[in-house]
């Protein structure tokens, strides 16, 4: 992919470049209040949604283009750039006719091949930033895929968003960060910048510092936070907005690192280390709590801990898939061993109760 500099004219070249404003447009006054405080502290670039794809029908599903006007009134009175999602080709056409500086393509489509096709198509000749948002799903080459369609049309002003990941085991996030992942992506296109979106992972407001930080100090290229006048009011996404004084105090309080890359760098090699073992070790406590509950039925129904056949099937399967993953047999029998081990020790616990 060729890539040049999504930055506009005048926006600091300095990291973060930040991207705030309301989830949705939703009135003209509250758009155009959320900018003029935006603007009061300096941030060049506003963000609203216009079109919001819901999960379910029946809720907020944006102000349509409406709420272009209110964006290009915003550009007059403040002088600030403004952005929003597109999801279709009409999208894109009413975006640019209304002078909107810079686009990006949601999760939901960025999933859709055929839906970024169409985008990609309608942007074909203009000279306008987009940036693509990981798909829902890990999937690394659906989100490298949605790029290159847009490269292939001649888009050079290309960026990704970084907004975590869905999953059905809700932790702490609202979207799983999984950091090797756009990390990877990184790895590949050392060029491309990534843009951190802190509200959609964490869902909440308090959450937005940290992982604010942490996409800093993973040398991420800036912040795309959701920022409203009244966010307790919101029509959409009210838990993970901030007021653009509490913005203030988020980004003044980042500690930016700076650090010169080298080819025998390893820190984004080893970021990924770091990634996988947290990885790992919330798995192996997971299969831990399983075994716990083995143990309880076991002891409830009288059997013994140690099922010699259902061991020497685990053994047996899982040497082999790992062997056809590459790795070694005889390393992956310590680990299954080990984990055995532990297993046991857990459910006599239980059974000695």
């Known amino acids: 992919m060729k890539l040049d500099s999504i930055l506009l004219p005048g926006v600091d070249p300095k990291r973060p470049f930040v991207i705030a404003g309301p989830c ?14 935006l603007a009061a502290d300096g941030i060049k670039v506003m963000r609203a949604g216009i079109w919001k794809p819901r999960t379910k029908p029946g809720g907020f ?19 600030m750039y403004v952005s929003t999602e597109v999801a279709t080709q009409k999208h894109v056409y009413e975006a640019l006719k209304y002078g909107v500086d810079l686009l990006w393509i949601g999760a939901r489509t960025t999933a859709n091949p055929f839906a970024v096709q169409e985008i990609a198509e309608a942007l074909q000749g203009v000279d306008i930033p987009v940036l693509v948002k990981n798909p829902v799903n890990p999937d690394l080459e659906l989100w490298i895929g949605a790029l290159e369609r847009l490269s292939n049309v001649g888009l050079t002003k290309l960026g990704a968003i970084h907004r975590g ?27 491309l910048p990534i843009i951190c979106d802190p509200s959609h992972i964490g869902g909440k407001r308090d959450l937005i510092q940290p992982l604010s930080q942490q996409a800093m100090d993973l040398n991420f290229e800036g912040l795309i936070i959701e920022t409203h006048c009244n966010p307790d009011c919101a029509w959409s996404d009210a838990s993970q907005q901030v007021t653009p004084e509490r913005l203030k105090e988020i980004l003044g309080a980042l500690i930016i690192r700076e650090g010169k890359q080298t080819t025998e760098d390893l820190s984004a ?12 070790l919330e798995l192996i406590a997971k299969r831990m709590r399983v075994s716990k509950e083995i143990g309880t039925f076991k002891k409830e129904h009288n059997m013994t801990i140690v099922q010699t056949d259902r061991y020497d099937e685990i053994l047996t399967k899982r040497i082999a898939q790992a062997t056809e993953m590459g790795m070694n047999p005889e390393f992956m029998r310590v680990i299954l061993e080990a ?15």
């Open 24 to 37: 949705s447009a939703e009135t003209e006054e509250q758009v155009m209040e959320t900018a003029k405080q």
């Open 61 to 79: 599903e944006g102000i349509g283009s409406e709420g272009l006007a209110w964006l290009k009134r915003v550009k007059k009175e403040t002088g």
């Open 165 to 191: 990941f869905s999953s059905f085991d809700k932790k702490i996030y609202r979207n799983l960060p999984q950091w090797h992942i756009p990390i990877e992506l990184k790895r590949r296109y050392p060029d």
């Open 269 to 280: 090699l080893r970021r990924q280390i770091d990634e996988a073992d947290d990885q790992l």
């Open 339 to 353: 984990i055995h081990e532990e297993s046991v020790r857990v459910q006599l616990d239980i059974l000695n109760k």
